[in-house]
C-alpha cells in the first residue's frame, strides 16, 4: 500500500536554530499538509499546498515557517528559528481528490527543540 | 476553540463487545467527516468517512453514524477485537477547503 515517508522520525534542536522536516507524498496525490499535535493535545492544521502554492494556512503557520516542494517528489517544512513551543510531533499528508478516502499521514516527526 | 469535541478520553470495552465512540461538532458549515486510528509512534491512519448527505456509512466491522440535527456523530465497531486498541480520533471538514479540524481523541482498549 502506498506511504507517505517522513525523515528524519526525530529531530532534537537547539532553540533558535533552523530545522527542515522531510516528506514524500504518495507519487499521484495532488494535496499536501502539515499537521502538528503538541504531547496532550489535539491534531492542528497548519498548512495547506497546491499546484505549487500554500492554498490556505492556520495562525499558526506565522512567517518562521515555510514549505517547498523542491521537486516532484520532496514536500519539505522548514521552521526558521525554532522557540520552545514548536516542539510537538509533525506529520505530513497527501490525498488525492474528494475527501472519501481521507487523507494518508506519514508517521510524523517529533520535534524536540531544548 | 473546540469546534470538534470528543468528550470522552478513554473507553474500555470488552473483546467481542461493540464500542461505541461519539464525537460532537459545533461548526453547521462542516459537511464531511471522517475517523482515524492512531497508534503510538504512527501518523494517524484513515478508517471511515461520512458526508453530511448521509446519516449512515458501513465498513466492515466500522460504522458511522451521522445526526446533522444534533451536531453528533458516532463510531460503532463491532465486534471489537483486541487490536482495535489506539486513540481514535474524529475530524471535520468544509468541503470547500478540506481543511481537517481534530478532535482530541479517545483512547479505547479492548480487553481479551
Known amino acids: 500500500e502506498p506511504e507517505v515517508t517522513q525523515t528524519p522520525s526525530h529531530q532534537v534542536t537547539q532553540m533558535g536554530q533552523e530545522v527542515i522536516l522531510r516528506c514524500v507524498p504518495i507519487?499521484?496525490?495532488?494535496?499536501f499538509y502539515w499537521y502538528r499535535q503538541i504531547l496532550g493535545q489535539k491534531v492542528e492544521f497548519l498548512v495547506s499546498f497546491y499546484n505549487n502554492e500554500i492554498s490556505e494556512k492556520s495562525e499558526i503557520f506565522d512567517d518562521q515557517f515555510s514549505v517547498e516542494r523542491p521537486d516532484g517528489s520532496n514536500f519539505t517544512l522548514k521552521i526558521r528559528s525554532t522557540k520552545l513551543e514548536d516542539s510537538a510531533m509533525y506529520f505530513c499528508?497527501?490525498?488525492?481528490?474528494?475527501?472519501?478516502?481521507?487523507?494518508?499521514f506519514g508517521s510524523g516527526t517529533r520535534l524536540t527543540v531544548v | 476553540d473546540q469546534q470538534v469535541k470528543q468528550n470522552s478520553p478513554s473507553l474500555s470495552v470488552q473483546e467481542g463487545r461493540i464500542s461505541i465512540l461519539n464525537c460532537d461538532y459545533t461548526n453547521s458549515m462542516f459537511d464531511y467527516f471522517l475517523w482515524y486510528k492512531k497508534y503510538p509512534a504512527e501518523g494517524p491512519t484513515f478508517l471511515i468517512s461520512i458526508s453530511s448527505i448521509k446519516d449512515k456509512n458501513e465498513d466492515g466491522r466500522f460504522t458511522v453514524f451521522l445526526n446533522k440535527s444534533a451536531k453528533h456523530l458516532s463510531l460503532h465497531i463491532v465486534p471489537s477485537q483486541p487490536g482495535d486498541s489506539a486513540v481514535y480520533f474524529c475530524?471535520?471538514?468544509?468541503?470547500?477547503?478540506?481543511?481537517?479540524?481534530f478532535g482530541k481523541g479517545t483512547l479505547l482498549t479492548v480487553n481479551p
Open positions: 507519487s499521484n496525490h495532488l494535496y
Open positions: 475530524a471535520a471538514s468544509v468541503d470547500t477547503n478540506y481543511k481537517l479540524t
Open positions: 499528508a497527501s490525498r488525492g481528490q474528494g475527501l472519501g478516502y481521507g487523507y494518508t
